[in-house]
């Protein structure tokens, strides 16, 4: 179940446009994808970074996981996302030793992969997703 690679970096904005335009007029990359999540109540934006992605969450709603996250702790990384190739064993493994999970079974993120989250508090402050293609 060992991590293949950092597949994105979650970062919650107040704006999805306005950081948009940084990541393309001051860094230089493109935007290449622009997706609603409605489970997740957020749009979000893909950037790609070599093998890695950078995802700007902006929340749809003041109550939904990003806007509370925005009125907490203010706008920033959100979470880290590493891409397994079997999500279900995964979750199973994490949980036999011990890590807290935020959800016992995948859901659809965004960019059509199975996601799920382990809880902060198991693992050093760091909101952690694991995500893995679908498997059919
Ligand atoms: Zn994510």
């Not at 940084?22 to 790609?48: H, M, N, P, W």
């Not at 890695?52 to 709603?61: G, P």
């Not at 891409?83 to 994490?94: G, M, Q």
């Amino acid at each position: 179940m060992i991590p293949t690679h950092i597949e994105h970096l979650g970062i919650a904005v107040n704006n999805l446009d306005e950081a948009i335009n940084y990541y393309e007029d001051v860094l230089g990359l493109k935007c290449y994808s622009i997706e609603e999540v409605q489970d997740q109540k957020v749009r979000t934006a893909f950037f790609k970074v070599g093998e890695t992605k950078i995802e700007l969450l902006e929340s749809t709603t003041p109550d939904g996981p990003i806007g509370k996250f925005i009125e907490k702790r203010g706008q920033g990384i959100h979470h880290i996302a590493f891409a397994v190739n079997d999500i279900n064993t995964s979750l199973k493994t994490v949980k036999e030793k011990g890590v807290r999970l935020i959800d016992e079974e995948p859901r659809p993120g965004a960019e059509s992969l199975d996601i799920a989250f382990l809880h902060p508090k198991s693992t050093f402050g760091v909101l952690t997703e694991f995500c893995s293609k679908k498997a059919n």
